[in-house]
């Protein structure tokens, strides 16, 4: 089972950006489509981003669409999300995920994805 430790998260201003890597431990990452994922107090966590096992397919929330990216470095076993042009309704809990081997593509259904980290918070102020 692929283990998932994300970084990166802090506090910072509306309109500022940060990356955030989620590195892979296991030998099977590089055939893995792998998602991000938030959760803010209070509500249920939600689809950010997710990519395909090569890096030729991404899908996007609306909501994020048009500043966020999801680059992979399956070199390096790594994902990452490169947030730009921060909101403070961006603030929340974010959490890598995998889906399981065999399953290459993106999806943004939670239910779809097998192994999580234990999440980095995003605290974006105004």
């Known amino acids: 089972q692929v283990q998932l430790v994300e970084s990166g998260g802090g506090l910072v201003q509306a309109g500022d950006s940060l990356r955030l890597s989620c590195a892979a431990s296991g030998r099977t990452f590089s055939s893995r489509a792998m998602g991000w994922f938030r959760q803010a107090p209070g509500k249920e966590r939600e689809f950010v981003s997710a990519?395909?096992?090569?890096?030729?397919?991404?899908d996007y929330a609306d909501s994020v669409k048009g500043r966020f990216t999801i680059p992979r470095d399956n070199a390096k076993n790594t994902v990452y999300l490169q947030m730009n042009s921060l909101k403070p309704e961006d603030t929340a809990v974010y959490y890598c995920?995998?889906?399981?081997?065999?399953?290459?593509?993106?999806?943004?259904?939670?239910?779809?994805?097998?192994?999580w980290g234990q999440g980095t918070q995003v605290t974006v102020s105004s």
């Open positions: 990519i395909n096992w090569s890096g030729g397919s991404t």
């Open positions: 995920a995998d889906r399981p081997a065999g399953y290459t593509g993106p999806s943004s259904r939670p239910t779809d994805f097998g192994s």
